[in-house]
């Protein structure tokens, strides 16, 4: 019988406060092997904070954290040689030169791709005899990236890794993140604000809104199940006017505008047939879906 590998990380009541504020509430996060998962959350909704605690690099006030099957706080050498992580804080050790650094942490991994890095220094106009300390931010984001890609890890964690990338660069950055991906049983996670990349790379999206994760699922069926329904009715909609699934909607007189998690075409013959209505169904992109997702409840 062939053993079903371990969740690349899974994350179970996961809870962070920080002066008493919660950050963290609960949250609940599996992301199969293989997959590249896109985590979403509008500025200061733990996103870092969460990485951070699936990583072990900071304790978690309550529930757990594995990655590739182990405990985050007590992870072996073998496992953090499968890992690789770009936070959103960059901190190299300014007074090594670039080549100094990548011989240094070389040294720390087996599966080294030193035609990988040679390629991306290249491509990405870094100067091997540079001082790190004397690179600009955007330069020194792409080392980073460099140095978390080279040993071609199981498991790659980017905390807002394009943030300061030129357009070209970002290109880059994501055709490597596809290389990663493409390979068996890798997985990737990318927080990140710029959804056009996740679109381009992710198969999974997960969202986090007030301390929990609102979505975790298949992009795909993210896109297919959120549309926006632009309703025109033959007479004005009363007060009591619903539809089943709305995130969020306006009315004014006899038309509506309303966001519905499960939009299906049995929901629009039914409004059709209900409201003596016209209902023009508009696909929505991951940006607009996850500003909708962030009303919702509200």
Not at 154 to 160: A, G, M, R, S, V
Not at 181 to 188: I, Q
Not at 205 to 224: P, T, V
Request: proline fraction near 6%; hydrophobic fraction near 45%; include cysteine.
């Amino acid at each position: 019988m062939t053993t079903m590998p371990p969740p690349a990380i899974q994350l179970a009541g996961l809870a962070k406060s920080y002066d008493k504020a919660p950050v963290l509430d609960g949250v609940n996060l599996s992301v199969p092997p293989g997959s590249v998962l896109g985590l979403l959350g509008m500025n200061g909704a733990g996103k870092t904070t969460l990485i951070k605690c699936a990583l072990g690099l900071i304790g978690a006030d309550a529930g757990n954290a594995s990655l590739l099957g182990e405990p985050a706080p007590s992870l072996s050498a073998a496992a953090k040689a499968r890992i690789g992580y770009v936070p959103q804080e960059i901190w190299l050790y300014p007074w090594m030169r670039v080549c100094q650094l990548l011989d240094y942490t070389a040294a720390f991994y087996p599966g080294w791709n030193d035609g990988l890095v040679q390629r991306l220094l290249h491509e990405w106009e870094l100067n091997p005899a540079a001082r790190v300390g004397k690179l600009s931010v955007g330069t020194r984001q792409k080392l980073a990236i460099i140095l978390a890609l080279a040993h071609k890890p199981d498991l790659l964690i980017l905390d807002e890794p394009a943030a300061s990338l030129d357009p070209a660069a970002r290109r880059e950055f994501l055709k490597m993140v596809l290389e990663v991906a493409g390979e068996p049983g890798r997985t990737v996670l990318l927080s990140t604000h710029l959804t056009s990349d996740l679109e381009r790379v992710a198969d999974r999206i997960a969202i986090l809104r007030d301390g929990k994760i609102a979505y975790d699922g298949e992009l795909d069926a993210l896109k297919e199940s959120v549309k926006r329904l632009h309703i025109t009715a033959h007479r004005p909609l009363t007060a009591g006017f619903a539809v089943p699934g709305a995130v969020r909607m306006q009315v004014e007189g006899n038309q509506a505008l309303v966001c519905v998690r499960d939009a299906s075409p049995q929901l629009v013959e039914r409004i059709q047939r209900k409201h003596d209505a016209s209902v023009q169904v508009e696909d929505l992109n991951l940006e607009d879906i996850f500003l909708e997702v962030q009303h919702a409840g509200n």
